[in-house]
């Protein structure tokens, strides 16, 4: 199972409190789609740096040090991701994946922890802001 996948997995289990396979098919979860939302929440923000400097404004620097950081992956709660992106973000992902915005946010807070720990694999953001890494990764999965 490739990286996408991983994501893509989690993702979903997320969003659809670990239903099996079959009834996210039948929900029709675009796992495209998701990793589409995190470029957009990336270029939204400006890049994976405004990302990052987002949620140290709004107290996660910690859990976001630990994603880019090469030690384990720190939690963050879906609320207090879903308030650090603010609403207009929350909206758009949650019309995106067909759901509430608390379960866009626990999607989220599935989803980036891992996303951006593979978009920094040196422990520091690349000097493209992520943006080469992502790219790979959306044409990795097709």
């Given amino acids: 199972m490739g990286l996408l996948d991983s994501l893509v997995g989690a993702a979903t289990d997320a969003a659809f409190g670990g239903q099996p396979n079959t ?21 939204s923000a400006g890049g994976l740096s405004g990302l990052l400097a987002r949620l140290q404004q709004a107290g996660l620097g910690d859990a976001a040090a630990s994603w880019v950081g090469t030690g384990a992956n720190q939690p ?18 949650s019309r995106q994946l067909g759901g509430s915005r608390q379960e866009a946010a626990g999607t989220m807070a599935d989803l980036l922890p891992g996303l951006i720990d593979q978009l920094t ?14 790219g790979a990764l959306l044409g990795g999965g097709r």
Avoid: F, K, T
């Fill in 121 to 134: 694999p040196q422990g520091q953001v690349p000097a493209d802001d992520g943006l080469g890494a992502l």
């Fill in 76 to 93: 963050v709660s879906p609320d207090a991701l879903g308030d650090a992106l603010g609403p207009d973000l929350m909206d758009l992902i």
């Fill in 23 to 43: 009834q996210r098919a039948q929900a029709g979860v675009d796992p495209q789609l998701l990793i589409g939302l995190i470029g957009a929440l990336m270029n």
